[in-house]
Each structure stands twice: as structure tokens, then as C-alpha cells.
């Protein structure tokens, strides 16, 4: 019998993710590794956190750099494309947890704000590793996977996704129900980023370490120091989404320094933080204005990303809009769960070609005027069979190929909307829709009414 297995994938600025699954929906295995690739003289390709030597060039931060003509320059002088890096690391976890499956069904994971040309050179890339087959998706459309997957499924309405990660923030507005999609403009800010409030962690605890003491920053040492310091303030934020308090080691910064470490309090954090995250809120309100809502048409708030885990994100998005807040058990592996479930929806749905006759009847001929689509069929009020988790998945792999375009704030510029395509092809199952609620009425592809145009949310279609 060939062993088969459903692989999820996020490839992110600071941590790339794979989660496997058996076809039978067991979770076999997650891989997590710092987004940092070493570069080997003899041209191949690792993460760095797994290598035991150095005997290369260390690369990293390329996430943000797909689509960028420029390419990255490497310590050695070397240059790289950057959806080159970003493939190849997608590779090496496809390589890591493939194991001794003889065929995968693999789902990864791309920005929501990325315009349509990001994705198809990224989709290019992905070709160039050997990885033609793989189907990307919107990350915030795989967290949402994973939170049905935990919680049970959702009724038709909207949510907004909150991911916070290293490199910054996204806002997304999801349609729930059988008709899941993107609803409106995915919002990026790189201003509200893990990695910000890293560095503001760090100056805090300098300020209360060295006092008056004068530092060189540009003695090697004293460099090296404070990477790793940073390191430590970065594991210190974590703490804090956990406990009360914790302390960070300050380390050999100066020959005079007489404090050994600082103790942070997750008050202090909390007041070091507040200000960019009460500026997010705004982020919040202009994504569900972009996707034709108001706050009251939202059910709750998603959080996902490593900061999707910080207790005063979900304190000022409770007190300023009155939405339920909720998380899924991981929020920082979210998405590549969701994308492995997607995985094992997608092959659900995958009948072989030579299972299905070929019939060539051939049709009246008809003038261009008179066709017309047939009316869709009247949408199950609920199916929690597995028929519905294989239409799920469909609709969701569809759905990614019309995902909506974005709009960049804090510095990232996005070209116009645009509606990028998967790299894999999906049998068509009766009953299964895009989940866009974008397209309008008549567009080429959208089918109108007659299609079955999903409405807005909470609005069934009508029964035909």
C-alpha cells in the first residue's frame, strides 16, 4: 500500500514550521527551525541551526524580500534571490519530514498582504526546487483551518485574524462557514513586529544594567554581546506571556558593570508595548471597513503569529471592540497545522484519472447568446461529515487562487489587487465555491447569480 502523507508548511521571518499528517488525520511530526539558511561552499543548502559547523555563509530575513529585484548580498559577498531562499528552505523541510513516504500532498503557507506577482514568483521559485505540485495558500485561511479543526465549525459570518509576528503585523477579515474565504483588504504594518519589541525590551534593560557606564557598540565584543542580549530579552517576552516576572542575564557588556541581570516584570513589558499595540487597533477597524463591515458583523478575533500569544493583545482587543478573543492551542504553529488539514482535504478530494471513464458527448450546437450556467444547487444547511471537511478543503485551495489584493503600511509597498492562481490543480466538486464574496456580480469566472455568488456574511444563498 503506498504510504502517503499531508504536509503543512510557513516559511516565516523568523521561524519556518512544517507540521506532517497521516491520511488518517494523525499528526505525525512538527519541525521548527530558526529562518536562517546556511549556505555551503559545495552549494548545499540547510538551516543553520541544524548544521554543527560554520563552513559557509549564514543567511536570513528573506521573507520580506521576495519580489524584490534587488537580490540579497551575503556576508561572503555572494549574491541570492530571495524566493530562491525561501524555496530552498521550503525544500529542506519537505526533505526533513518526508521520511519514507513515497507520495505527499503539500500545502504551504504565503502572506496575505502579498500581491499577486509576489505569489507567482514565489510559485516560480518553488518550481525551480523541484516542488511544482505544492499549493499555496493565505496563511490566515490555514489558521482558521487549524481553529475549526480544535474548536468545531464555524456558521457563516466573518472574523478578523490578528497575526503577529516577527517581521509585523497582519489583519486579515475572513468569511466563516462552507463559503470560507478572504473578505476585503489583508493589512500589513511592519511598525507592530516581535522583532520591535525585542529591541525595546533590550534598551530597557540596558538603561536599568549599565546606568552611566559609556559602551562601545561597535566593539566586536561588545556587538557580539548584545546580540546575544537581545537573544535573552526575546526569550524573557516569551516568559512573560506565562508567568508575572522573569530576570535577563545582562552578561560581559563593560569590565565595570556590577549588575549580573535585570528583572523585567510583565507590567513593564505591558507599558513598553502599549503604545504599538493600541495604534494596531486602528488596523483593525480600517480592515473590517476595507471588507464592506462594521465591528458588529465580526464574531471574534483570531490571534495568531508568536505575538498572538502576549495577554494585553487580547486585553485591548476585548476592551476596545467588545469581540470575543480566542487562540488556538499554538497559535506561532497555527498556520502549518491548518495547512497540513488543508493537505489531507486536498487529497480527500483527489480521484485518479483512470478511475473516471472518459465520455465525449458531444452538444447542439448552441448560439453564444443562449448559453446560460445551470442554477446551483440549494447549499446543505450543515454537514459535519467527512464529505464536508473534502469540500472544505476544495473551497479552500480554490479560494486561494482569488485571494484578494493588500495594502502595506510602515514602510512595505504592494503593487494593486490582484487575484493570484495555486500551483495545483483541484478536481471540481459539486458544491464547493472560491469562498470569495469579493468578485462582482458578472465578472469573467465569477458565474453571477446564476453561479451561486455567495452573499454576504451570515446570508445563505437562496435555495433554488
Same mark, same amino acid.
Given at each position: 500500500?503506498t504510504?502517503?502523507?499531508?504536509?503543512?508548511l510557513t516559511?516565516?521571518?523568523?521561524?519556518?514550521v512544517? *507540521?506532517?499528517?497521516?491520511?488518517?488525520?494523525a499528526h505525525?511530526t512538527v519541525?521548527t527551525h530558526?529562518?536562517?539558511?546556511l549556505?555551503?561552499?559545495?552549494?548545499s543548502?540547510r538551516?543553520?541551526d541544524t548544521a554543527?559547523h560554520?563552513n559557509?555563509?549564514?543567511?536570513?530575513?528573506?521573507?520580506?524580500?521576495?519580489g %524584490?529585484?534587488? /537580490?540579497?548580498l551575503?556576508?561572503d559577498?555572494?549574491?541570492?534571490?530571495?524566493?530562491d531562499?525561501?524555496?530552498?528552505?521550503?525544500?529542506a523541510?519537505?526533505?526533513?519530514?518526508?521520511?519514507?513516504a513515497?507520495e505527499?500532498?503539500?500545502?504551504a +503557507?504565503? =502572506?496575505?498582504?502579498?500581491?499577486e506577482q509576489?505569489?507567482?514568483?514565489?510559485?516560480?521559485?518553488?518550481t525551480?526546487?523541484g516542488?511544482?505540485e505544492v499549493t499555496v495558500?493565505p496563511?490566515?485561511l490555514?489558521?482558521?483551518r487549524?481553529y #475549526?479543526?480544535e474548536?468545531?465549525?464555524? %456558521?457563516d459570518?466573518a472574523?478578523?485574524v490578528y497575526?503577529?509576528?516577527?517581521?509585523?503585523?497582519?489583519?486579515?477579515?475572513?468569511?466563516?462557514?462552507?463559503?470560507?474565504?478572504?473578505?476585503?483588504?489583508a493589512?500589513?504594518s511592519?511598525?507592530v513586529?516581535?522583532? #520591535?519589541?525585542?529591541?525595546?525590551?533590550?534598551?530597557y534593560?540596558?538603561?536599568?544594567?549599565?546606568?552611566? !557606564?559609556?559602551? /562601545?557598540p561597535?566593539d566586536?565584543?561588545?556587538?557580539a554581546?548584545?546580540s546575544r542580549l537581545?537573544?535573552r +530579552?526575546?526569550?524573557?517576552?516569551?516568559?512573560?506571556s506565562?508567568?508575572t516576572a522573569t530576570?535577563?542575564p545582562v552578561?560581559m557588556?563593560?569590565?565595570?558593570?556590577?549588575t549580573?541581570?535585570v528583572r523585567l516584570t510583565r507590567g513593564e513589558l505591558e507599558?513598553?508595548?502599549r503604545?504599538?499595540l493600541?495604534d494596531?487597533?486602528?488596523? !483593525? $477597524?480600517?480592515?473590517?471597513r $476595507?471588507?464592506?463591515?462594521?465591528?458588529g458583523d465580526?464574531s471574534?478575533v483570531l490571534?495568531t503569529?508568536?505575538?498572538?500569544?502576549?495577554p494585553l493583545?487580547?486585553?485591548l482587543?476585548?476592551t476596545?471592540?467588545?469581540?470575543a478573543v480566542?487562540? +488556538?492551542?499554538?497559535p506561532a504553529?497555527?498556520?502549518?497545522?491548518g495547512a497540513?488539514?488543508?493537505?489531507l482535504?486536498?487529497a480527500?478530494v483527489?480521484v485518479?484519472t483512470?478511475?473516471i471513464?472518459?465520455?465525449?458527448?458531444? =452538444?447542439?450546437p448552441v448560439a453564444a447568446a443562449?448559453i446560460a450556467?445551470p442554477p446551483?444547487?440549494? *447549499?446543505?444547511t450543515?454537514?459535519f461529515?467527512a464529505k464536508?471537511a *473534502?469540500?472544505?478543503?476544495?473551497?479552500?485551495? *480554490?479560494m486561494?487562487a482569488l485571494?484578494?489584493?493588500?495594502?502595506a503600511?510602515?514602510g512595505?509597498t504592494?503593487?494593486?489587487p490582484s487575484?493570484?492562481?495555486?500551483s495545483t490543480?483541484? =478536481?471540481?466538486?459539486?458544491g464547493?465555491?472560491t469562498?470569495?464574496g469579493?468578485a462582482?456580480?458578472g465578472?469573467p469566472?465569477?458565474?453571477?447569480?446564476?453561479a451561486g455568488?455567495p452573499?454576504p456574511?451570515g446570508?445563505?444563498p437562496p435555495?433554488?
Amino acid at each position: 500500500m503506498t504510504e502517503r502523507l499531508a504536509l503543512g508548511l510557513t516559511v516565516g521571518a523568523a521561524n519556518s514550521v512544517a *507540521a506532517a499528517a497521516e491520511t488518517d488525520g494523525a499528526h505525525a511530526t512538527v519541525a521548527t527551525h530558526r529562518s536562517a539558511l546556511l549556505l555551503d561552499a559545495d552549494g548545499s543548502v540547510r538551516f543553520a541551526d541544524t548544521a554543527r559547523h560554520t563552513n559557509g555563509v549564514v543567511i536570513d530575513d528573506y521573507l520580506s524580500r521576495v519580489g %524584490d529585484p534587488v /537580490d540579497l548580498l551575503a556576508a561572503d559577498g555572494s549574491t541570492h534571490d530571495a524566493a530562491d531562499l525561501v524555496a530552498a528552505a521550503t525544500h529542506a523541510l519537505v526533505t526533513e519530514l518526508s521520511g519514507s513516504a513515497t507520495e505527499s500532498t503539500i500545502v504551504a +503557507c504565503y =502572506p496575505a498582504w502579498w500581491p499577486e506577482q509576489t505569489v507567482e514568483t514565489m510559485r516560480a521559485a518553488l518550481t525551480r526546487v523541484g516542488l511544482p505540485e505544492v499549493t499555496v495558500v493565505p496563511e490566515p485561511l490555514a489558521a482558521l483551518r487549524r481553529y #475549526e479543526m480544535e474548536n468545531g465549525l464555524l %456558521d457563516d459570518g466573518a472574523l478578523v485574524v490578528y497575526d503577529l509576528g516577527a517581521s509585523g503585523l497582519t489583519v486579515t477579515v475572513l468569511r466563516t462557514g462552507e463559503q470560507a474565504g478572504l473578505l476585503g483588504t489583508a493589512l500589513h504594518s511592519t511598525a507592530v513586529a516581535g522583532a #520591535e519589541f525585542d529591541l525595546l525590551t533590550m534598551r530597557y534593560v540596558l538603561a536599568n544594567a549599565i546606568e552611566d !557606564i559609556d559602551i /562601545d557598540p561597535f566593539d566586536p565584543a561588545v556587538e557580539a554581546e548584545l546580540s546575544r542580549l537581545r537573544t535573552r +530579552c526575546a526569550t524573557a517576552k516569551e516568559e512573560l506571556s506565562r508567568s508575572t516576572a522573569t530576570v535577563v542575564p545582562v552578561g560581559m557588556l563593560h569590565p565595570d558593570l556590577r549588575t549580573e541581570q535585570v528583572r523585567l516584570t510583565r507590567g513593564e513589558l505591558e507599558d513598553l508595548l502599549r503604545p504599538a499595540l493600541l495604534d494596531s487597533m486602528d488596523l !483593525i $477597524r480600517d480592515a473590517v471597513r $476595507r471588507a464592506g463591515l462594521g465591528t458588529g458583523d465580526i464574531s471574534r478575533v483570531l490571534l495568531t503569529g508568536g505575538g498572538g500569544a502576549i495577554p494585553l493583545v487580547a486585553e485591548l482587543v476585548s476592551t476596545e471592540f467588545g469581540l470575543a478573543v480566542t487562540a +488556538c492551542a499554538d497559535p506561532a504553529t497555527a498556520a502549518a497545522h491548518g495547512a497540513a488539514e488543508i493537505a489531507l482535504d486536498v487529497a480527500a478530494v483527489s480521484v485518479p484519472t483512470e478511475a473516471i471513464p472518459a465520455v465525449v458527448v458531444a =452538444p447542439p450546437p448552441v448560439a453564444a447568446a443562449e448559453i446560460a450556467l445551470p442554477p446551483a444547487e440549494p *447549499a446543505p444547511t450543515r454537514m459535519f461529515t467527512a464529505k464536508r471537511a *473534502a469540500l472544505v478543503g476544495a473551497a479552500a485551495v *480554490a479560494m486561494a487562487a482569488l485571494a484578494t489584493g493588500t495594502l502595506a503600511i510602515g514602510g512595505v509597498t504592494s503593487p494593486p489587487p490582484s487575484r493570484p492562481t495555486t500551483s495545483t490543480t483541484v =478536481p471540481a466538486v459539486e458544491g464547493a465555491s472560491t469562498g470569495q464574496g469579493a468578485a462582482p456580480a458578472g465578472a469573467p469566472g465569477s458565474g453571477g447569480a446564476a453561479a451561486g455568488q455567495p452573499g454576504p456574511p451570515g446570508v445563505r444563498p437562496p435555495a433554488r
